[in-house]
């Protein structure tokens, strides 16, 4: 009986053993790294989601997840919501990039999943502006007299850029041929969504980048500057010489302020 009750005793206090170290090594498994964020990019006017394929290149080379969400162009309260489903659907946190008008959609997007907003030559208007009023407040923007106007039947007209004055106005920097397929396949600006006054801005909550053009003809960089500044950007980019199409003809800049922007929150 006393060699039973020993190895009895014995077996329980093996067990223990096991349970203690069992637990000790759970302990000690390292805590799940936490997910990176998803970054939605966000097309302007007399562009289209392909415009920043340069830029997805660069983030997939890094490992990162983007989507390029469809931008309808046809009022900021329609476009915010469209962009917004595409933040809901993301169960992960996020990242804003909004490239001219899709700056100001971006700006609308109060969810608390969105941790980085990045400006790429874009607006990043104040509760009441416009879109209008901004790029008219500093001297440099020749955009209007570009513009052909299409009315549509519910009352409301499209603006695109004339053909033979794209490049210059809005791409001076891309090659030839890519600028001429790009006015062909440019998608218009309502004039609704040009003249909607901006909601109360999530820039004055969520940290910000900014990357602009010193030649952009669109926003003159005199507004990309007081912009920045404003929303107390934490990285401000300026590239020399470029033009309103940065997306495009920079996608290295451009992906570089959004992997900082990355790191600063991932």
Known sequence: MRFTKSVKLAAVALGLTATIASAGCAAAEPAPAPAKPTIVLVHGAFAESSSWNGVLGKLNQQGLTSIAAGNPLRSLSGDADAVRSVV???????????????????????????????????????????????????????????????????????????????????????????????????????DRALNDKSGAPNWKTVPSWFVFPEADLNIPVAAHRFMAERAGSKETVEIPGASHALTVSQPDAVAKVIADAVKAVA
Not at 111 to 138: C, H, N
Not at 143 to 172: C, M, W
Not at 177 to 189: F, G, K, S, V, Y
Request: hydrophobic content about 40%; cysteine-free; overall charge negative.
């Open 88 to 190: 809901a659907s993301i169960p992960g946190p996020v990242i804003l990039v909004g490239h001219s008008y899709g700056g100001q959609v971006i700006s609308q997007i109060h969810d608390p999943k969105v941790k980085a907003l990045v400006y790429v030559a874009a607006f990043a208007p104040e509760q009441g502006e416009t879109i209008g009023e901004l790029s008219g407040k500093f001297p440099g923007g020749t955009l209007g007299e570009t513009l052909n106007k299409v009315a549509l039947p519910d009352g409301s007209t499209d603006l695109y850029i004339q053909p033979g004055k794209f490049r210059h106005q809005f791409a001076a920097d891309v090659p030839e041929a890519q600028a001429a397929l790009d006015a062909e396949t440019q998608r218009p600006l309502n």
